[in-house]
């Protein structure tokens, strides 16, 4: 299971005219800001602005400097894999150190969503202990409560983070994982062909 919300792409304005920077050709830009903040390009701007993506990496450089802002939620399992990304990525994580024990275990905590029924069950049985674990730890501050938290927790636990990536970030995440095997990562990818100009700028083909 994977959820993405609060999403908000910035920076198009400035990533473009930073983009005609080389040649001084900032008379022919032609887009504008919508009254509600949304980004429309021209035409001149738009063919600039595909022309160079599709130049490579080298020429798209402009791509970096359009921003993008996500609330991720995800498996543990997942973000493991996520974490390969590190280049132009910044992350902010709901704490599994400090806050674990804040709130009740449920199996609403945890990606469940291809667990066949027997492991379900057995899934609920976890759960159950991790709970008792947490009201034990609630009263005694014990470590060796705290760690048996830590320790047992699964990889399908869901941790929240709020992300920043650019244009160009997605555009390997895409071209990496669209075809992956865990469905995480087509959801993931099925979002960013829903961002502003996707279809010209991050999901082309080469």
């Known amino acids: 299971m ?16 930073g983009a005609r920077n080389p040649l001084n050709s900032w008379g022919r830009m032609d887009s504008h800001t919508e009254p509600d903040g949304s980004f429309v390009f021209g035409p001149n701007d738009l063919d600039l602005a595909m022309r160079l993506a599709k130049a490579g990496s080298d020429h798209r450089k402009y791509l970096r400097m359009v921003f993008v802002s ?45 667990m066949t029924d027997g492991t379900k069950k057995f899934m609920e049985t976890v759960v159950a202990e991790l709970e008792n674990i947490r009201l034990r730890f609630k009263e005694t501050k014990s470590k060796d409560d705290w760690y048996d938290m830590i320790q047992l927790l699964p990889s399908s636990y ?35 062909e829903t961002l502003p100009y996707a279809e010209q700028l991050i999901t082309f083909e080469p």
């Open 2 to 17: 994977l959820t993405l919300k609060n999403t908000s792409v910035m920076n198009f304005e400035n990533a473009i005219r």
């Open 70 to 114: 996500v609330d991720v939620t995800a498996p543990l399992y997942w973000w493991k894999e996520y974490d390969t990304y590190k280049v132009a990525t910044v992350a902010n994580s709901t704490s599994t150190m400090h806050k674990i024990h804040s709130k009740p275990f449920s199996m609403d905590d945890f990606s469940c969503d291809h």
């Open 158 to 192: 869901n941790q929240m983070r709020t992300c920043t990536f650019n244009y160009e970030t997605l555009i390997n995440i895409y071209r990496a994982r669209k075809n992956h095997k865990l469905a995480e990562w087509h959801t993931f990818c099925d979002w960013i």
